[in-house]
Nanobody, 123 residues
């Protein structure tokens, strides 16, 4: 089992920044790739970003590419999502997850999920 706890969400104006954190406990964190997803009201959960075990591979949704940066610190068992130039359409609950499957962008490739942290971007 892996336990994930997200933090760092909040209310921010458009154009602002937030940094999300996801602290992991349980199984060896460095053995797993990690992903960030988000879910807006009335919408399906969607892929945001992925980072491999050693940070050598990252992948982003087109909607956040160039604005968001995923990183991790295996010594601290933590993965981060730096979000810059935020837009109202980034408003959602953001989740981190442990990848145990093949693909980066599908929720079915992730076995463990955090409880989520709310990000709200106002005009």
């Amino acid at each position: 089992q892996v336990q994930l706890v997200e933090s760092g969400g909040g209310l921010v104006q458009a154009g602002g920044s937030l940094r999300l954190s996801c602290a992991a406990s349980g199984r060896t964190f460095s053995n797993y790739g990690m992903g960030w997803f988000r879910q807006a009201p009335g919408k399906e959960r969607e892929f945001v970003a992925f980072i491999s075990r050693s940070s050598s591979i990252t992948s982003y949704a087109d909607s956040v590419k160039g604005r968001f940066t995923i990183s991790r610190d295996n010594a601290k068992n933590t993965v981060y999502l730096q979000m810059n130039s935020l837009k109202p359409e980034d408003t959602a609950v953001y989740y981190c997850a442990v990848r145990t499957g093949v693909t980066y962008e599908h929720t079915s490739s992730y076995a463990y999920w955090g409880q989520g942290t709310q990000v709200t971007v106002s005009l």
